[in-house]
């Protein structure tokens, strides 16, 4: 059982950078891909970006490329997701994601979400 809570989000302006993290419990935190997704208002969710177990590999939704950063650090059981030059359309809800695949596509445990609103 792996559990995944978020932290980081708010309100910044559009241009601004927000870094959010997820702290994980759990012994088999190093045996998981990791990622993010999020979730507009009225709208589904979606990926945004992975990290495989080991940190080698990261995919990148096309929205965000070139501005987010995804890292983990396996001895803090820790997660990050760095996010500049935000748009307004970046705001939502940002869920952590622990699984497999890589592009995340297996999906075992959801954190509870952290709202992230960027003003136009």
């Known amino acids: 059982q792996v559990q995944l809570v978020e932290s980081g989000g708010g309100l910044v302006q559009a241009g601004g950078s927000l870094r959010l993290s997820c702290a994980a419990s759990g012994r088999t935190f190093s045996s998981y891909a990791m990622g993010w997704f999020r979730q507009a208002p009225g709208k589904e969710r979606e990926f945004v970006v992975a990290?495989?177990?080991?940190?080698?590999?990261?995919y990148y939704a096309d929205s965000v490329k070139g501005r987010f950063t995804i890292s983990r650090d396996n001895a803090k059981n820790t997660v990050y997701l760095q996010m500049n030059s935000l748009k307004p359309e970046d705001t939502a809800v940002y869920y952590c994601?622990?699984?497999?695949?890589?592009?995340?596509?297996?999906?075992?445990?959801w954190g509870q979400g952290t709202q992230v609103t960027v003003s136009s």
């Open positions: 990290i495989s177990w080991s940190g080698g590999s990261t």
């Open positions: 994601a622990a699984g497999g695949g890589g592009w995340l596509v297996r999906v075992d445990y």
